[in-house]
């Protein structure tokens, strides 16, 4: 792990976000998973998928979904371009679109893994901050008429309220292994606060991997290992 951090900083990254589904995941979160059921319900939608946004490692990652549609590839992602990035954290309304010929939808994950031909997209944002986006999908040429998306934005209200819920706490727990990994590295490879959270955010995009993830592992990297355990005596 530590090898894979000592490449230059880049401080001039541009903003390019990265959103995955993963269902196995995204299925997890059994509260999102029930408002998920009902938008997809009336709405006569066929999918709908909850992503939750990592600002610092610039990804969209799926915490909750609701599909009528068999999963062919379970795990997709796709890094997005940088006018696609700017309108998803600049987005502030309901937007709808025809993936197959509007270049802002088209590499949306559950677009890719089903071939959806509409697709719904509502920001989920808290006090201040983007939290997530909530997409709502077809797999027919149908667009979402004003009752659907007066449910879809409903719906997105309600998932915002809960990820701003929980979004304090689990940025309080993962904000204290994040900086306990920096520590590391400062100590590690003698640098500044700064340059280790560069260099972390920099692996983080590099590797598609969480900020979070990448700072267990370097914790438990420098965790001791468990003693070797006595074979018994008779």
């Not at 944002?125 to 709502?136: C, F, M, N, Q, Y």
Request: overall charge neutral; charged content about 30%; proline content about 5%.
């Amino acid at each position: 792990m530590a090898s894979l951090l000592l490449e230059p900083l880049n401080l001039d990254d541009r903003r390019r976000f990265y959103i995955r589904l993963n269902t196995a995941a995204a299925a997890l979160d059994s509260s999102l998973a029930i408002a998920l059921e009902a938008a997809v319900l009336r709405t006569g939608a066929e999918m709908a998928v909850v992503y939750r946004f990592d600002s610092e490692a610039g990804e969209f990652n799926a915490v909750a979904q609701h599909s009528d549609l068999p999963v062919c590839v379970p795990d997709v992602g796709a890094t997005l371009s940088e006018s696609i990035s700017q309108w998803l954290e600049d987005l502030r309304g309901l937007a709808q679109g025809k993936p197959s010929q509007d270049p802002f939808f088209e590499k949306f994950p559950e677009v890719i893994q089903h071939g959806l031909e509409r697709l719904l997209v509502a920001p989920l944002r808290g006090s201040e901050d983007l939290l997530g986006i909530l997409t709502v999908g077809r797999c027919e040429d149908r667009a979402f008429d004003e009752d659907a998306a007066e449910v879809a934005q409903r719906s997105a209200s309600l998932l915002a309220a809960a990820l701003e819920r929980d979004s304090l706490q689990l940025k309080l727990a993962e904000r204290k292994l994040v900086e306990r990994a920096k520590g590391i590295l400062q100590r590690r490879r003698r640098l500044s606060e700064e340059q280790a959270y560069f260099m972390l955010r920099n692996a983080s995009r590099r590797l598609r991997k969480p900020m979070v993830e990448l700072a267990k592992e370097i914790i438990e990297t420098r965790l001791p290992s468990p003693p070797a355990r006595q074979p018994r005596t008779a």
